[in-house]
Nanobody, 120 residues
């Protein structure tokens, strides 16, 4: 069955670093673009970073540019989000979404989310 599972979240101090992982199975992961989203309580969902299926192109929200880096290892069916210089405003549940074209329709697979808390 299809699975998308985020991991690596937890509590980290301001200025610290953390790496999130998104592990996928049950579908053609290497044909899917991946986007990290985040949502804090009482706030709208925010796009954080995206990467193309082959990993050749990435995009970032202005709020995380120069601090976060998205990458992927298609041999391991995994996407990563390296987060550096973390700030309290980065606190949120982080979600991984895989998107691909299947029979001319977009197909999305979402993970369950992982909590990231940046606090001293």
């Amino acid at each position: 069955q299809v699975q998308v599972v985020e991991s690596g979240g937890g509590l980290v101090q301001p200025g610290g670093s953390m790496r999130l992982s998104c592990a996928a199975s049950g579908f053609a992961f290497s044909s899917y673009a991946v986007t990290w989203y985040r949502q804090a309580p009482g706030k709208e969902r925010e796009l954080v970073a995206s990467i193309t299926s082959d990993g050749d192109s990435t995009a970032y929200a202005d709020s995380v540019k120069d601090r976060f880096a998205i990458s992927r290892d298609n041999a391991e069916n995994t996407v990563y989000l390296q987060m550096n210089s973390l700030k309290p405003e980065d606190t949120a549940v982080y979600y991984c979404k895989c998107r691909g074209l299947v029979w001319l329709q977009w197909k999305d697979y979402w993970g369950q989310g992982t909590q990231v808390t940046v606090s001293s």
